[in-house]
Nanobody, 121 residues
Framework: QVQLVESGGGLVQAGGSLRLSCAASGSILSINAMGWYRQAPGKQRELVAAITFGGTPNYEDSVKGRFTISRDDAKNTVFLQMNTLKPEDTAVYYC???????????????WGQGTQVTVSS
């Protein structure tokens, strides 16, 4: 069984910063891509940032230059440093990881429980 546990959300004023963390644990053989998604009220979940196994990042246009994704493979952890936050960044943030639990199985998607980020104007 695999668990993804997120931390670091909260309430911050516009222009402030937050750092999200997501640690994967359990029967993990290998982790491929990892990423962060967000879902605002009344909107669909959207990809915010992703990072490949090799460390190549990819960002949604509205967060480029403000957010930085990174990973620590020794700790099975992915981070999202969020700077210059805006009210429109307010959402529940979910981490995602593509994890293989058996050598005979493909990589499967696992999700964290979500952490609330609220940016006040």
């Amino acid at each position: 069984q695999v668990q993804l546990v997120e931390s670091g959300g909260g309430l911050v004023q516009a222009g402030g910063s937050l750092r999200l963390s997501c640690a994967a644990s359990g029967s993990i053989l290998s982790i491929n891509a990892m990423g962060w998604y967000r879902q605002a009220p009344g909107k669909q979940r959207e990809l915010v940032a992703a990072i490949t196994f090799g460390g190549t990042p990819n960002y949604e246009d509205s967060v480029k230059g403000r957010f930085t994704i990174s990973r620590d493979d020794a700790k099975n952890t992915v981070f999202l440093q969020m700077n210059t936050l805006k009210p429109e960044d307010t959402a529940v943030y979910y981490c995602n990881a593509k994890i293989r639990t058996r050598w005979t199985a493909p990589f499967s998607d696992y999700w964290g429980q979500g952490t609330q980020v609220t940016v006040s104007s």
